[in-house]
């Protein structure tokens, strides 16, 4: 194929050869290393969390209590409150 004439965006690619810039350290990757940052309300849930840890799943001074009472037999329940209660059970799984 053969181009008649002078083409200006052809002809200037071809003038450009040779002109390359050379590389500077202003363009070097610097790493850093990762950073963590947590918003107000993770601050307040993280510190929650952390005290609801330290709160024991068993308050053993009632447990304690209740098998005294158990074992001297001076706990009983009524028989209507345990007869109310299996009904609300009952009609909660119906």
Same mark, same amino acid.
């Given at each position: 194929?053969?181009?008649?004439? *002078?083409? &200006?965006? %052809?002809?200037?690619? =071809? ?9 500077? $350290?202003?363009?070097? %990757?610097?790493?850093?290393? #990762? ?5 107000? &309300?993770?601050? *307040? ?8 840890? #330290?709160v &024991? *799943?068993?308050?053993?001074d009632? %447990? ?8 001297? $037999?001076? =706990?009983? %329940? &009524?028989?209507? #409150? ?13």
């Open positions: 194929m053969k181009i008649w004439g *002078d083409i &200006p965006k %052809v002809t200037g690619i =071809y003038g450009n050869v040779g002109k390359t810039e050379k590389l500077s $350290g202003r363009n070097t %990757v610097v790493s850093r290393k #990762d950073e963590l940052t947590l918003s107000g &309300p993770a601050k *307040d849930f993280s510190v929650v969390m952390k005290a609801l840890r #330290d &024991p *799943d068993i308050r053993k009632k %447990v304690e209590a209740l098998s005294e009472k158990i074992g001297k $037999g001076e =706990y009983s %329940v &009524p028989a209507e #409150d345990v007869a109310a209660r299996i009904m609300e059970m009952m009609i909660k799984k119906i």
